[in-house]
């Protein structure tokens, strides 16, 4: 039997050049399911992406999936796109082993908390944090230096899971530009500060306090590392956004970071979807 593609509307192309197609999946011109393509509008057109490929029940296991997976890429060559990505939901354990068998890359995850439902607890967060340390919001003058710290580290994270260089730094710009438009004073944001015994030791800052509530970074500096920081930075992070009504709490993390996986696994965290890359040879 040949698994194929048959196009299921006309390539759409956008203002800004971005393109998108779907395709229905066929075994002998019977259709069996669905995929669909486009170029990452985050990256430029060099960047394809898999998105909704599914294959109904009957015909699953039968690799047709995997078949459809190498069809999309080839259409996606012929656009001239270099690399692919695509998300897998932690619920799909084949199209996970799909992905891997395939030569997919995962680069982050994305982890969300179920914050459960409590009565007003009007303890500070400040209760929640290891003796010798206060939480303080980010002066002004702080700032600078902050938001050159974590363009470096994000642009570092992805260039070393294979982003190329330029698309790495376009990323960032265009992801902090829209979490923290106007840096500080951003609507629904926060940067806070840890101090301890005085001295910067780390930093928490999260995006939409509203529900659902998505922490943008967390970290501690190397010398205090070990003694429970980060832990009591998420606790504070559940604590705000709780009080804030927010039922859900959700973090992007780099697939090699195993102690921060570690971290959010040990607080409740789920995994919720996994992020994969590849080179288009």
Not at 3 to 24: E, H, M
Request: one cysteine or more; glycine letters at 12%; proline letters at 7%.
């Amino acid at each position: 039997m040949t698994t194929t593609l048959r196009p299921a509307r006309p390539v759409l192309t956008g203002a800004d050049g971005a393109r998108s197609a779907a395709y229905t999946v066929c075994v002998n011109s019977r259709p069996v399911g669905a995929v669909g393509v486009g170029t990452d509008r985050r990256y430029g057109p060099t960047v394809g992406r898999i998105d909704a490929l599914t294959i109904d029940e009957p015909d699953r296991r039968r690799g047709r999936g995997t078949v459809a997976a190498l069809a999309a890429e080839e259409v996606l060559r012929q656009w001239g796109c270099t690399r692919v990505e695509t998300t897998v939901g932690a619920g799909m354990p084949y199209a996970l082993r799909m992905a891997a068998a395939l030569g997919y890359t995962e680069r982050n995850r994305t982890m969300l908390l179920a914050l459960p439902a409590r009565e007003t607890d009007d303890r500070p967060p400040a209760g929640l944090l290891p003796p010798g340390t206060t939480l303080r919001p980010m002066r002004e003058e702080e700032y600078a230096a902050w938001r050159d710290h974590e363009r470096d580290g994000y642009v570092a994270a992805l260039t070393g899971s294979g982003v190329p260089d330029d698309q790495a730094e376009r990323e960032e710009s265009a992801g902090f530009a829209s979490a923290f438009p106007e840096g500080l004073a951003s609507p629904g944001t926060m940067v806070l500060v840890l101090e301890h015994d005085g001295a910067p030791a780390g930093h928490l800052s999260w995006v939409r306090l509203a529900d659902p509530s998505w922490v943008s970074s967390v970290e501690v500096a190397p010398e205090y590392r070990g003694r429970g920081f980060g832990r009591a930075l998420m606790r504070v992070a559940e604590e705000l956004t709780r009080k804030g009504g927010a039922t859900t709490l959700g973090l992007n993390v780099f697939a090699g970071n195993a102690p921060a996986l570690h971290l959010y696994a040990s607080l409740g965290y789920r995994t919720t979807d996994h992020h994969f890359s590849k080179p288009l040879l």
